[in-house]
């Protein structure tokens, strides 16, 4: 194999191995306790000054937890774990001193005066050499069997945490999709998908939340009930597509007319109920003649050929205490009816 190969190998081999370790998302994180623990542990078994968790990035070496020196990153030309990665489990050095690729390492040769180091692999999941759990000391020195075995067992230590957080992250990421999905679900289940108001179930929901505040706090609200009048022949005379554009833009009308505290739902077909918290019935008139008043002013919809005007019959009846849902629905419903049978175009209180 040329050296052309080689390094094309060594390339690939490097950005996956560097993929591996952002899957982890640790680099520039905050210290944590859990990685400090595992330090001080390797610390004290290997009886060594300093105790170190990094991470070898693309041109740095990144410190998660450190022990006895005063540092976060260093740069990768002087990094002596970079050595470590290349070896398969641990990576001893002795005596940096007579260690031909240490004896020039400025951290070698002036402060911290580093003369011993041993370095345990941490090694994705997925098998690439993401950093190591290394001990370090000024004096030349080896490390005993069992301390060598804990160093190992502590990076394994290191990796499960690891792993633990990333799953951690993931899991609150799909909480939070699945909250959004919810969320989502239930606008939509409570939404008219034509005018975007609020459809029957969910307005009757809300009906039945301000009675039960009515019986609690003894105020008033009041109950709208709009019907379109002659709508069949908008829809016989311009289609169904425009009779469409017209429940969408009276929706719009009704976010203009009544407050952003009142209820506004399309009750099914041509048919709207509108819910005024805290509202007395003189007020409520003075909303429905607003809406008669610009229903009168300006047309419903704009065709090319015409402008279509539309009126409406409203009934309107006032909730207190006593009231009850389905009484109250069918109230307003029978002062609608007497609306449309004076007329139509106009309102009935009671
Ligand atoms: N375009 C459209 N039309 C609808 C929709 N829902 C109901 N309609 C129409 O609304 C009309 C209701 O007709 P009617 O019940 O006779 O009422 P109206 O013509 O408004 O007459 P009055 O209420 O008596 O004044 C029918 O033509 C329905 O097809 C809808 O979502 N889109």
Redesign the pocket.
């Known amino acids: 194999m040329n050296n052309a190969v080689l390094e094309d190998d060594y390339a690939d081999h490097e950005e996956l191995r560097l993929a591996a370790l952002a899957a982890y998302d640790i680099l520039d994180t905050p210290p944590e306790a859990a990685f400090d623990a595992i330090t001080e542990i390797a610390a004290l078994i290997c009886d060594a000054p300093i105790a170190v968790i990094n991470f070898i990035d693309r041109d740095r070496q990144w410190f998660k937890s450190v022990l006895g020196l005063d540092v976060r990153q260093t740069p990768l030309n002087i990094s002596i774990c970079v050595h470590a990665i290349t070896q398969p489990d641990l990576f001893i050095v002795p005596d940096t001193r007579l260690d031909a690729r240490f004896t020039d390492n400025p951290l070698v040769r002036g402060e911290p005066y580093l003369r011993f180091y041993a370095g345990a692999l941490l090694r994705s999941e997925t098998g690439y050499p993401i950093g190591t759990l290394c001990v370090l000391d000024y004096q030349p020195r080896e490390l005993n069997e069992k301390q060598l075995s804990a160093l190992t067992a502590l990076a394994g230590q290191v990796m499960t945490q690891l792993e633990l957080l990333r799953a951690h992250s993931k899991q609150a990421s799909l909480i939070q999709e699945l909250q959004a999905a919810q969320a989502e679900l239930l606008a939509l289940a409570s939404t008219d998908s034509?005018s975007g108001l609020l459809n029957r179930r969910a307005f009757e929901e809300c009906l039945e939340n301000e009675l039960l505040r009515l019986k609690r706090n003894e105020q008033s609200a009041a109950l709208i009930m709009i019907?379109?009048?002659?709508?069949?022949?908008?829809?016989?005379q311009f289609g169904?597509?425009?009779?469409?554009c017209?429940?969408r833009n009276f929706a719009e009308l009704c976010h203009q007319v009544f407050r952003q505290t009142d209820v506004i739902s399309r009750w099914?077909?041509?048919e709207f109920v509108v819910l005024l918290p805290n509202t007395s019935q003189a007020q409520a008139l003075e909303a429905a003649e607003r809406l008669q008043q610009l229903l009168k002013n300006q047309p419903i919809l704009e065709l090319k050929q015409q402008a279509i005007f539309m009126t409406v019959?409203i009934g309107i009846s006032t909730l207190t205490a006593s009231c009850e849902l389905e009484a109250s629905l069918r109230g307003v419903d029978q002062l609608l009816y007497l609306a449309?049978a004076q007329g139509?175009n106009c309102t009935v209180c009671a």
């Open positions: 034509l019907d379109f009048d002659h709508f069949k022949s908008i829809n016989d169904h597509a425009a009779g469409d017209v429940i099914g077909g041509e019959s449309k139509r």
